[in-house]
């Protein structure tokens, strides 16, 4: 099974910041990967699809890069509304998929 | 608008099975290229994905807990069961229902997720 590998697993940063989250698949996964926001209490939401595409209505300051095993989630000016934890998750061929473990966004 | 809505026991005992249903609207699972998977949460820790059944009736699982689960569809009803056997404490999790709208896409559409413990 392909493993995924977020880091850092937690990170504090201040509104306006710019913030950027890394995941590293075991084996080449392509552009096969996507990110999701997740507020407590709450399912996970869309952000970022085929390591670049943004979800429709997600805001701009959201974006994704890479390909192979490595990829980034970049968001540009932190708003008070994106204090969440975030997961990557490949899609590569056929199942099993796998997320990665998450990485906790707060507030400095 | 696309919804999907889990549904199922909060509470069953160890060595039970549970089954959950997954019940949604606003697409058809008989659509090439559309899939419902299960994914689930233990409280505060990561996704874990755990099934996937295709508009072909395709079926995949977790490799760890593939001998416990069976997932099937109902495409009259729009609903996607999902049953693991041999319930331990440590299934208890937020078990949540998603929609992938094609074989290379991502989960776009969540369930609001239903909390299941485990315990005697």
């Known amino acids: 099974d392909i493993q995924m590998t977020q880091s850092p697993s937690s990170l504090s940063a201040s509104v306006g910041d710019r913030v950027t989250i890394t995941c590293r698949a075991s084996?080449?996964?392509?552009?096969?990967l996507n990110w999701y926001q997740q507020k407590p209490g709450k399912a996970p939401k869309l952000l970022i699809y085929a390591a670049s595409s943004l979800q429709s209505g997600v805001p701009s300051r959201f974006s994704g890069s890479g390909s192979g095993t490595d990829f980034t989630l970049t968001i540009s000016s932190l708003q008070p509304e994106d204090f969440a934890t975030y997961y990557c998750q490949q899609s590569y061929s056929t199942p099993p998929y796998s997320f990665g473990q998450g990485t906790k966004l707060e507030i400095k | 608008q696309v919804t999907l809505r889990e549904s199922g026991p909060a509470l069953v005992k160890p060595t039970q099975t549970l089954t959950l249903t997954c019940t949604f609207s606003?697409?058809?699972?008989?659509?090439?290229?559309?899939?419902v998977s299960w994914i689930r949460q233990p409280p505060g820790k990561a996704l874990e994905w755990l099934a996937r059944i295709d508009w072909d009736d395709d079926k995949y699982y977790s490799t760890s807990l593939k001998t416990r689960l069976t997932i099937s569809k109902d495409t009259s009803k729009n609903q996607v069961v999902l049953t693991m056997t041999n319930m331990d404490p440590v299934d208890t999790a937020t078990y949540y229902c998603?929609?992938?709208?094609?074989?290379?896409?991502?989960?776009?559409?969540w369930g609001q997720g239903t909390l299941v413990t485990v315990s005697s």
């Open positions: 998603a929609r992938k709208p094609s074989l290379v896409g991502a989960y776009d559409t």
């Open positions: 606003g697409f058809s699972l008989s659509t090439s290229g559309m899939c």
């Open positions: 084996q080449s996964i392509s552009s096969y």
